[in-house]
């Protein structure tokens, strides 16, 4: 009898340890794997921060170095002083443009968002499954026809071109109901018998229970906006209308043609580095404010 518990505990402890073997090597492969996607993401940054640092004859050797040789920071003193780039009219264009189509998505999304998760009225659900069909589209798709109506409206080269096509997100939309919806309907019920407006109620109650979500459509809207290229490109690519993306991608090409590259990716990385710190410092607010929507209380 002895014999069999010994040979039962062996055997367990045999087993024991091919599991722990096993959940070893999956946590080495599944670590390697994020290893891995993590230099994938990252190395296009890292590309970007060595070049700035390097001088143009380095940056054209036949075998790229992956340290710079000689760090050069006046490519970053370039940035500020080139007479190709004004660096300070593409910061207040963008700013202007993103601070401005912000508030108004925000206005338009906060009020929509409202209207489908509370108010009752004909056609209200056939209203939002048709605008929730459109999400399906590519945006690609609308790039002709809005690009006809903002021409034959005469908004060509204006900021109105930049800020009004966009101002109109339905996924925003449709995540702030979400977040509404979880919010007790005693509540609007009992303001309601008390007399208290739907929009004093928006304000007092709904804004601030869903104001991680608020802020993560703001940051989102923002980065958004900051990181357009196309469309402005398309219908407002004028000196005094031009966003930095545009600006960037021009930048620092003399007239044979010929592009400094270190002194373009010094801009790049001193443009991109609002939108890293935005992203480090309310990154928290991005998923509190997306995982509270996507649960329905």
Do not use: C
């Not at 959940?23 to 070049?51: D, E, N, Q, R």
């Not at 660096?87 to 508030?103: D, E, I, K, M, Q």
């Amino acid at each position: 009898m002895s014999d069999l518990n010994v040979m039962q505990n062996r055997d367990m402890k045999k087993v024991s340890a091919q599991q722990k073997v096993v959940k070893i090597i999956v946590k080495i492969m599944l670590y390697a794997f994020l290893i891995t996607m993590g230099i994938i993401v990252l190395f296009p940054f890292y590309w970007m921060i060595i070049s700035s640092l390097k001088t143009m004859d380095e940056y054209r050797l036949a075998i790229p170095t992956l340290i710079p040789q000689y760090f050069d920071f006046r490519n970053y003193v370039d940035v500020f002083t080139s007479k190709d780039l004004i660096l300070g009219r593409l910061f207040l264009n963008t700013l202007y443009v993103g601070v401005v189509s912000t508030a108004l998505s925000l206005v338009i999304t906060v009020l929509s968002a409202f209207a489908f998760a509370r108010l009752e009225f004909k056609g209200k659900d056939a209203l939002f499954a048709l605008l929730l069909a459109t999400m399906m589209i590519p945006g690609e798709l609308f790039t002709i026809t809005n690009y006809q109506t903002v021409n034959t409206f005469g908004w060509m080269k204006t900021y109105t071109v930049l800020i009004v096509p966009f101002l109109v997100s339905i996924f925003y939309i449709y995540l702030l109901k979400q977040n509404f919806m979880q919010v007790p309907n005693e509540l609007y019920l009992a303001a309601k018998v008390d007399g208290t407006s739907d929009i004093k109620y928006l304000w007092k109650v709904m804004i601030p229970l869903a104001l991680p979500t608020i802020i993560s459509i703001t940051i989102l809207k923002m980065m958004g906006s900051w990181n357009s290229y196309m469309w402005p490109r398309l219908v407002a690519n004028d000196d005094a209308h031009r966003l930095i993306t545009n600006g960037l991608r021009t930048a620092f090409t003399d007239a044979s043609g010929v592009t400094d590259i270190p002194v373009q990716m010094a801009a790049v990385a001193v443009v991109s580095t609002p939108l890293f710190l935005v992203f480090i410092f309310l990154r928290k607010y991005i998923m509190k404010g997306v995982s509270r929507s996507g649960i329905k209380g």
